[in-house]
């Protein structure tokens, strides 16, 4: 069952992307009386927004920090990329990954680190931090450092071995 902190971003990515429809049904109407309703819902509804991300902000405040024995896989922020395209793009919210970045501001620069919450294994004694760039994949990285996409799956928990995000760093063993 999803936490608060999840439901609260449901809901606001789901108010959010229902704001435009708002917008086209008052242009579709032509009766005054029906636009004056369909605005006094878009209304109702912008105050809604607006109390969900007050509700986020306190929860995310309240939210405990992650435990301090496991390790996360990281990810440096590229240009254009927000936390929200972070979490779509590693099938999470924005909270959980707030969560394990303590102090984090709200508009994070290209270049930051950022941990994900993706729990990986200890990395190994001897290992390299490996950072994606576009057209990297796992084929041409395991060749590169002499290993297999196994083992970069298993040290990276990578969830579909097809698709890595430039940014996203990964452990590779040292040979």
């Known amino acids: 069952m999803p ?23 008052i242009d579709s109407l032509d009766d005054p009386r029906y636009i004056r309703v369909a605005e006094n819902l878009e209304t109702l509804q912008t105050r809604q927004i607006s109390m ?41 919210t924005v909270s959980r990954i707030r969560a394990l970045n303590p102090g984090l501001g709200d508009n994070p620069q290209a270049g930051q680190v950022i941990t994900l919450p993706i729990e990986i294994p200890k990395p190994p ?15 041409t990285i395991s060749q590169r450092y002499n290993t297999d996409i196994d083992t970069l799956v298993r040290l990276n928990n990578i969830a579909d071995p097809e698709v890595i995000f430039p940014g996203r760093i990964l452990i590779i063993p040292r040979t």
């Open 3 to 25: 936490n608060s902190l999840e439901l609260v971003e449901r809901l606001l990515k789901n108010e959010t992307a229902n704001r435009t429809l708002y917008n086209q049904l």
């Open 125 to 139: 004694p001897r290992h390299i931090e490996y950072y994606v760039r576009p057209g990297d994949s796992l084929y």
């Open 52 to 92: 969900l991300n007050r509700l986020l902000s306190v929860l995310e405040e309240e939210a405990p920090p992650p435990p301090r024995d496991r390790y996360y896989a990281e990810h440096i922020l590229q240009p254009g990329e927000t936390l929200r395209v972070l979490a779509i793009k590693y099938n999470t």
